[in-house]
């Protein structure tokens, strides 16, 4: 049976280069974006005077570096389990990685939005918000191949478990008859 192919790429060779695309996004985005996320000014807040949701927004903004060097770093073990995953076709790892990636990028998002208001240049603005939304659009695009391998995984799996299911339970006393050997007369070789 011939693979289908997308882009010129199988599901197997897409979702590596999934994991690998997002190891080195995390890299790129992690060296950008360290400048304008540390530069969030955290000593001039008086907790009385503010309200719930101002204290919670205050409270992201000043520690969005460590938590986007969190999510990050946990970002790259689980592009590092995806490529596992391929490798042993382990679909729980396929499926983990799509449902991160989800999260990661709508947290990324949130700060984003947060953040942005403290950087002054427009142009670096412009540059942030292209850089995390072409990134979306390649994890879009990069999660194609990921769903249809782990589909296929998926599918192979219960073919696999369906056949072990039938020749299990398809012996009727639930004993497997003993084989009879291939060698029927064995000849001497001693002299009498």
């Not at 000593?43 to 309200?51: D, M, S």
């Not at 970002?75 to 990685?97: F, H, K, N």
């Not at 072990?164 to 339970?169: G, T």
Request: net charge positive.
């Amino acid at each position: 049976m011939r693979q289908k192919h997308w882009c010129g790429m199988t599901p197997k060779i897409g979702t590596v280069l999934s994991g690998v695309f997002t190891i080195v996004a995390t890299d790129m985005y992690l060296i950008f974006e360290q400048k304008q996320l540390r530069g969030s000014n955290c000593t001039e807040i008086n907790h009385w005077n503010k309200t719930v949701p101002i204290l919670i927004n205050h409270l992201i903004i000043c520690w969005s570096l460590n938590i986007v060097f969190f999510l990050s770093c946990i970002t790259i073990i689980i592009s590092c389990l995806l490529i596992y995953s391929v490798y042993a076709q382990i679909c729980r790892g396929l499926v983990v990685y799509i449902i991160w990636i989800f999260f990661y990028e709508m947290v990324n998002i949130v700060i984003q939005i947060l953040t942005n208001n403290d950087t002054g240049i427009g142009e670096v603005r412009v540059m942030r918000w292209f850089g995390l939304v072409s990134r979306i659009f390649m994890h879009c695009f990069w999660i194609f191949f990921v769903i249809i391998y782990a589909h296929i995984i998926y599918k192979s799996k219960a073919k696999g478990n369906k056949i072990f299911y039938n020749r299990h339970f398809s012996a009727g006393s639930g004993e497997a008859p003993r084989r009879k050997s291939k060698i029927i007369n064995f000849p001497r070789h001693y002299k009498d």
